[in-house]
């Protein structure tokens, strides 16, 4: 099975209040995140994730990374929180290991049957083949983007904190996206 998912901020105490989360703490915060993921992701199912991962360092991401299921794609982004972890030369030789991959390239476009689908952290307002059906998937707004057409925050926000599934992706746009 193929995921998405955005914006867990995994020890980030403040996004608590920012973002109006139902939690007492970070680690409450990430227990029941990290319990959730696994609910959905089983181990060999992979997981396209468009970032904001930690505002932490390495040591942070490998605790919370470790817990996790599934082989993960992680986006590239040097310049928003995941840069801590990101350029810390340990996180280099993850992407040989699996199940972690980085995706080099901050926008990713996948042919999914039956529409294309692009990906990246920020809603855009227009993509590739946009007109054509295509579907772009993105993170970053917590639920305070509302863009039209074939577009889909899959950030926790918006999602109860669980990943979602292509299925779940297919099933919003043919029903809530009319």
Same mark, same amino acid.
């Given at each position: 099975?193929?995921?998405? *998912? %955005?914006? /867990?901020?995994?020890?980030?105490?403040? @996004?608590?209040? =920012?973002?109006?989360?139902?939690?007492?703490?970070?680690?409450?915060?990430? &227990?029941?995140?990290? &319990?959730?993921? #696994?609910?959905?992701?089983?181990?060999?199912?992979? @997981?396209?994730?468009?970032?904001?991962?930690? +505002? !932490?360092?390495?040591?942070?991401? #490998?605790?919370?990374?470790?817990? +996790? !299921?599934? !082989?993960? =794609?992680?986006?590239?982004?040097?310049?928003?929180?995941?840069?801590?972890?990101?350029?810390?030369?340990?996180? %280099?030789? +993850?992407?040989?290991?699996?199940? +972690?991959?980085?995706?080099?390239?901050?926008?990713?476009?996948?042919?999914?049957?039956?529409?294309?689908?692009?990906?990246? /952290?920020?809603?855009?307002?227009?993509?590739?083949?946009?007109?054509?059906? *295509?579907?772009?998937?993105?993170?970053? %707004?917590?639920?305070? =983007?509302?863009?039209?057409?074939?577009?889909?925050?899959?950030?926790?926000? #918006?999602?109860?904190?669980?990943?979602?599934?292509?299925?779940?992706?297919?099933?919003?746009?043919?029903? &809530? #996206?009319?």
């Amino acid at each position: 099975m193929i995921f998405f *998912s %955005s914006d /867990h901020h995994f020890g980030h105490e403040n @996004v608590i209040e =920012y973002c109006n989360r139902p939690f007492s703490s970070s680690v409450e915060m990430d &227990e029941t995140m990290i &319990e959730r993921w #696994n609910e959905r992701v089983m181990p060999g199912d992979t @997981v396209y994730y468009l970032g904001d991962f930690t +505002l !932490n360092d390495f040591p942070k991401f #490998n605790d919370i990374f470790t817990k +996790l !299921n599934g !082989n993960i =794609y992680f986006m590239k982004m040097p310049f928003h929180h995941d840069r801590r972890w990101q350029s810390d030369k340990r996180a %280099s030789f +993850l992407s040989y290991m699996p199940p +972690l991959h980085v995706l080099e390239n901050v926008y990713q476009f996948m042919f999914d049957d039956p529409k294309p689908l692009v990906l990246c /952290h920020y809603p855009i307002a227009e993509w590739d083949r946009k007109h054509y059906g *295509s579907i772009h998937l993105h993170g970053h %707004s917590h639920g305070n =983007y509302s863009g039209t057409g074939m577009i889909l925050d899959v950030g926790v926000d #918006n999602h109860n904190f669980y990943p979602i599934s292509i299925n779940d992706v297919k099933w919003f746009m043919e029903n &809530e #996206n009319v």
